[in-house]
């Protein structure tokens, strides 16, 4: 009777499970209960059955014998203490159960002892289970019984209780509610319905009942629609008109009035004319609503602070609407996005003066006098505050935004101005996208949103227009709070107080045309704000059309709905913005350049102000045409002139300026940006709402854009004229006989104070070049790289730099042919990149390049590879050094020290003073040649500073055009190599100077005189030399090139004078070798005095490169060598004992080897002191 083997539970044929290694004891003991327990002791307890299993014990055990049952029978009388198992050990029925019994014992005592927690929770949570049921089995059982006595109380008799009774319930347990007696009315409640009514009539009843009251509620929401729609949209303080919740209340009454139980009420066709005539005033403000929303005369209230990253955020409380609500702005330029009372802030000049602050009230004045708002006084006329962001993407909704439902008393509720005033016939919104979300569904649910598109095409063109005059005003505004303020008038000729002359005419232009940038960048901020309002609505009518089904049907192609706006818009827009240009732009205009004379007469002049007239002397005609203009621009009638109009009766009447065709470059980067972004914003409501960007209608560009007609007047009037200055320009400018002179001021010297900083004018070709340019090189930053304008103008600027280079090579060959600095310089050593290592390099590097440029400006063409090394791996070194110690002193004067080492290793044919025809190779430039070198230095390295400027973007400080410009960045470099070779020019050449003088000390006869202390005369001739040349050095060339020229000499006179000592030790440049006397002594003592203070009172101008401590150092060492000369043999071994570090051996050996007037010469004193 063994059951089955055990089912495989592994689910396959396979090896054993883990589970099954984990536990083997209870696999076994699985694999027993299985295989030798019988299947149906596992069965239901209640479908058990035990009496065929007594059958077969007791019928084995009546087979056996009748001797061997007497005998059992017999025993067990006997032994009644016996076990019962004895007596049925035979019986194999028996046996075969008591073996199950015992593993089924075994089962439950391994579970009982190894898994006692396992089975207390089953127990517990079984007897919660139980529990539960049992208590809702009673709770069932309360409930059908208060049914039954429901029943009964409502008269349904026995019968019908008895036949809803539960049939497991005992009749008895109904508290006597099947039998009949009297209620609680005195009715019979038993046999019959007596006074009650039935279930099915109490039901019928019922149901009267509600569409009595249905039809009562539908009446009354009728009647009541009127009033509340009045209370809605009437704005009563200090509640604002709410048109979104009056049509909900009017669409509600009207879709009830015209429902099936209504419509056949005739009491209430009064009713329906009122609802039908506030359903024609919701319409009025709803479209009057979304005019103020889309042009921007709402729905600009969106704070900072309730902006996120990435753009605007207003949410609901339960977080039920997300969306990007600011739309963002420019970073430059401001042109898309929505516009603030702020945000349109333009700082302008530095005197104080703001662009914007404080213009609304003097625009709602001047839009007041004229009856531009109508009616509605102080109504913005600018957009919401930007969220911030690039505008690169994301400018339309989000799908999942327009995918949420609208609720339209909730979400006008959160959308309206909280400060927004009670007086407005109109709501006054926030949030522009919620804003246009709740018209738009306020427009579906009145039925008229397919005349969304023909009620905007009919008024797009009035409300640009009105937002060009608002713009209007707000600049007149603007410049007479300047005028009032004392401003006075913005032209070229004062507009730039304080720069020099012709540099400056780029800046005061642009300062020039300030009001005309503002103007324009507020224009197009505006109109880029309406275009992004447009797409926005266009964006949630197409996708209301998608997803509504009424609506559906109705559009041939709902993803081009509005497109007809759009486009009507975008053509209104660029003619606006075009004729602002034209108005600004004179293309039949030649402008006449003088390049000889550096100067344009009569540019800032208005047009009258020329001719005969130049003088000042103006007609009376030009008089009435200024009373006419003044007459013209009156607040009143402000903004009824046209743009063209505008521009020249007040922008240009205002500015002192004339049109000009060069002003397109000044307009040119703000209108490309904005052109840019009306592209990518159209793109991307394409994108969003599937309209097709195949078809001919979304790509018709029926007339020229702004930003074509700019690169047209570009291209084809204002570039070649401006190549043309350049090159004729720069040119005529290297033709004169000056271009290269020194520009001296007279007035230099008439100052009290000399030694401050002079401004010194570069040459007349360097300030041709940097002027003429100028135009073009600003240009490059507004010109689309690698167009067709692009290359063309990279070359001619290529082609100015060159000419220019070579006329400068020409010249410095002309300064420096026969000079022997020129020959050090050219010499094949590295004398002249080991100049750099000196800090007075990078001091002039960083005086002229700025403290960041001066190594790329000092070593970049070494490290370019170029024919001309600037600055070798050390001076790289040197300078990352200075710059991370922050010139610590001793690791300065460490690194000052061995680089004056390096450099005087190259000098030493300079030192030999007593060499035959020493000196008649020292070819040395007189004063006039000095100043030209020290202008050419000046002039060079600040046109190259200039230009490589202007290469870079005022934001970044980066080369925005470094690939396209190699070759013109080259040919700037050359033109710094030029300045840095005539800097070193000038400093090689002072120390040439000045050796070519201190070199006839040692043969001067004050050194042997014995009556008097004399000076040498070379002494007061370098002393009156560097006094005059460091005036001709700062004349012609300022004061850093003066600094540099004159560094270091306070390191080699002490040396020459030093060098002038040995030679005498040598007995050298004497005649005779005569002994110098103790007045020698003193005369070389006092000679390091004077130069020493003839070269600080030389170098005692602002921005001086002289170093008080080299000085004193080297000064002092110089003089303790002079004074080695007059001490005896004793005092001088005994100085050589205990100073042996400050001077060589040589030195000391000369010393020891020569004839003083104290002593004689005895070199056995020297190796004694060794020993």
């Known amino acids: 009777m063994s059951g089955g083997p055990p089912p495989n539970r592994g689910g396959g044929s396979g090896g054993p499970s ?44 009546l087979l056996d014998s009748a001797d061997g049952q007497q005998q059992q029978q017999q025993q067990a009388r006997q032994a ?47 007897g919660k289970v139980s529990r539960q049921f049992n208590d809702a089995s ?87 629609a009127p009033p509340t729609f009045d209370v809605l949209v009437q704005p009563q303080p200090p509640s604002p008109c ?181 007086d407005f016939a109109i709501p006054q919104y926030a949030d522009p996208v919620l804003a246009l979300r ?50 006075g008038r913005r032209g070229i000729g004062g507009a730039a107080e304080g720069i020099d002359g012709n540099m400056g005419q780029l800046a005061e232009a642009d300062e020039a045309m300030r009001d005309f940038r503002i103007h324009l960048s507020n224009l197009l901020f505006a109109f880029g704000s309406v275009a992004l309002r447009l797409s926005h609505l266009a964006q949630i009518v197409r996708h209301k059309i998608m997803t509504d089904p009424q609506l559906t049907g109705r559009y041939s192609d709902p993803s081009s709905a509005m497109h007809s706006v759009l486009v009507a818009a975008d053509t209104l827009i660029q003619q606006e913005v075009k004729c602002f240009l034209e108005a600004c732009l004179n293309e039949s205009e030649g402008d006449n350049f003088m390049y000889d004379g550096m100067a344009e007469e009569g540019r800032g002049a208005s047009s009258h102000e020329r001719g005969i007239f130049s003088l000042g002397i103006i007609t009376d005609t030009a008089s009435n045409k200024d009373s006419r203009s003044a007459a013209l621009t009156s607040r009143a009638n402000i903004v009824e002139l046209s743009t063209d109009k505008f521009v020249t009766n007040v922008l240009f009447a205002r500015s002192n300026m004339i049109p000009q065709v060069r002003n397109a470059l000044t307009f040119r980067r703000s209108v490309a940006t904005w052109a840019a972004e009306s592209a990518d914003l159209k793109a991307e409501l394409a994108f969003m709402t599937g309209e097709d960007t195949t078809s001919p209608s979304y790509n018709a560009n029926p007339k020229e854009r702004a930003i074509d007609y700019l690169d047209s007047v570009i291209q084809k009037n204002l570039l070649p ?36 900083n002079v401004q010194v004018e570069m040459c ?96 970049s063409a070494a490290l370019d590879g170029g024919s001309m090394p600037i600055s070798p791996s050390a001076g790289k070194s040197k300078i990352k050094e200075e710059k991370s110690s922050g010139f610590d002193a001793a690791a300065d004067y460490e690194r000052e020290r061995s680089a004056f080492e390096m450099e005087v290793s190259h000098l030493s044919p300079l030192l030999e003073f007593s060499s035959k025809n020493y000196g008649h190779d020292l070819a040395v430039c007189n004063d006039d040649e000095l100043g030209r070198a020290a202008c050419l230095a000046h002039s060079l390295l600040n046109v190259a500073s200039l230009l490589e400027a202007r290469l870079k973007t ?128 003193e005369s070389l003592d006092r000679s390091g005095s004077v130069l020493y203070r003839d070269l600080k009172g030389a170098t005692n101008f602002e921005n001086s490169f002289w170093d008080d401590e080299l000085a004193a150092e080297s000064f002092e060492r110089s003089a303790s060598f002079i004074a080695m000369i007059e001490l005896d043999m004793e005092e001088l071994v005994s100085y050589c004992r205990n100073n042996r570090g400050e001077f060589s051996d040589e030195d000391y050996k000369l010393m020891f080897s020569m004839d003083g007037p104290r002593r004689s010469a005895d070199i056995r004193k020297f190796a004694t002191i060794d020993k």
Request: some cysteine; hydrophobic content about 35%; aromatic content about 4%.
């Open 764 to 859: 007349v070709a360097c300030q041709a070049l940097y002027r003429y340019t100028g135009p073009l090189f600003s240009a490059l930053h507004r010109l689309p790289k690698g167009g067709e304008m692009y290359s063309p103008l990279v070359a001619v600027l290529e082609h100015a730099v060159l000419t220019f280079n070579s006329r400068v090579k020409q010249r410095v060959g002309q300064i420096c042919r026969g000079k022997k600095a020129s020959a050090l310089l050219d010499a094949n050593t590295t004398f002249f990149s080991d100049i750099e290592l000196r800090r007075s390099y990078t001091q002039l590097m960083q005086a002229y390049f700025g403290e960041d440029d001066a190594y790329a400006a000092g070593a």
């Open 242 to 422: 709410r048109i979104g919740s009056a049509v909900a209340v009017l669409t509600d009454a009207l879709r009830t009035m015209f429902s099936d139980d209504v419509a056949q009420v005739q009491a209430l066709h009064k009713i329906m004319e009122q609802l039908m005539t506030r359903k024609q005033r919701a319409e009025e403000i709803v479209w009057e609503t979304l005019g103020d929303v889309i042009y921007l005369r709402t729905g600009n209230a969106v704070l900072p602070g309730e902006l996120e990253q990435g753009g605007g955020v207003l949410a609901s409380d339960h977080k039920k609407h997300h969306y990007v609500s600011g739309e963002p702005a420019l970073r430059r330029g401001r042109s898309l996005g929505t516009a603030s009372s702020s945000s349109t802030t333009i700082r302008e000049d530095k005197s104080g003066n703001s662009g914007n602050d404080g213009d609304d009230s003097d625009v709602d004045s001047v839009l007041s006098d004229v009856d531009y708002d109508s009616g509605r006084d102080g109504s913005r006329t600018t957009a919401a505050a930007p969220g911030g962001g690039d505008i690169v993407g994301g400018r339309t909704i989000p799908r999942t935004i327009l995918d949420s439902e609208v609720d339209l008393e909730a979400d006008e509720l959160r959308c309206l101005e909280e400060t927004s005033a009670s």
């Open 721 to 756: 004229m401006l190549q043309e200055e350049a090159v004729n320009g720069t040119i005529s400018a290297l033709e004169r006989e000056d271009a290269f002179e020194p520009r001296i001021d007279p007035a230099m010297y008439a100052r009290a104070a000399n030694s401050k």
């Open 18 to 61: 883990s589970a099954e290694m984990d536990h083997p004891d209870l696999v076994d003991l699985e694999r027993r209960l299985h295989s030798e327990v019988d299947e149906d002791f596992f069965q239901d307890p209640k479908k058990f059955r035990t009496l065929h299993r007594v059958i077969d014990i007791l019928g084995m055990q």
């Open 954 to 1081: 005022r934001s970044g400080g980066r080369d925005k055009t470094a690939g396209a410009t190699r070759a013109l960045r080259g040919s700037i470099k050359e033109i710094r190599e030029h300045g840095v070779r005539m800097a070193k020019f000038c400093r090689v050449e002072m120390l040439i100077q000045s050796v070519k003088r201190m070199s006839q000390i040692c043969a001067s006869s004050t050194l042997t005189a014995k009556d008097a202390v004399r000076l040498p005369s070379c002494v007061n001739d370098l002393g009156e030399h560097l006094t005059s040349a460091s005036d001709v050095l700062r004349e012609a060339g300022g004061n850093i090139i003066a600094a540099y020229s004159l560094s270091s000499l306070e390191q080699y006179i002490p040396l020459f004078l030093m060098q002038t000592v040995r030679i005498i030790a040598q007995g050298k440049g004497r005649k005779n070798r005569s002994i110098i006397t103790l007045n020698g002594v």
């Open 80 to 126: 009644s203490s016996a076990d019962f198992d004895s007596i049925h050990r035979n019986n194999p029925a028996y046996v075969a159960l008591k073996q199950q019994q015992v593993i089924v014992d075994e089962a439950i005592e391994h579970m009982a002892v190894y898994h006692c927690s396992d089975l207390n929770s089953s127990v517990v949570a079984v």
């Open 438 to 487: 709740i018209l738009t569904e306020a427009l579906a649910r009145l039925g008229r949103l397919e005349d969304i598109e023909r009620v905007l095409g009919e008024t797009v063109g009035r409300e640009l227009r009105r937002i060009t005059q608002a713009e209007q005003a707000r600049t007149f505004a603007r410049l007479e709070r300047r005028r009032n303020a004392g401003g």
């Open 138 to 224: 009673n709770r069932v059982r309360t409930l059908r019984r208060q049914v039954r006595d429901i029943k009964d109380s409502l008269g349904t008799g026995d019968s019908a209780a008895d036949g809803d009774a539960n049939p497991n319930e005992p009749a008895g347990g109904r508290n006597g509610t099947a039998q009949a007696g009297p209620d609680a009315n005195g009715t019979a409640g038993g046999g019959g319905f007596g006074g009650g009514m039935s279930l099915r009539e109490l039901w019928l009843k019922k149901l009267e009942c509600e569409a009595v009251l249905s039809l009562l509620h539908k009446l009354e929401k009728i009647r009541r």
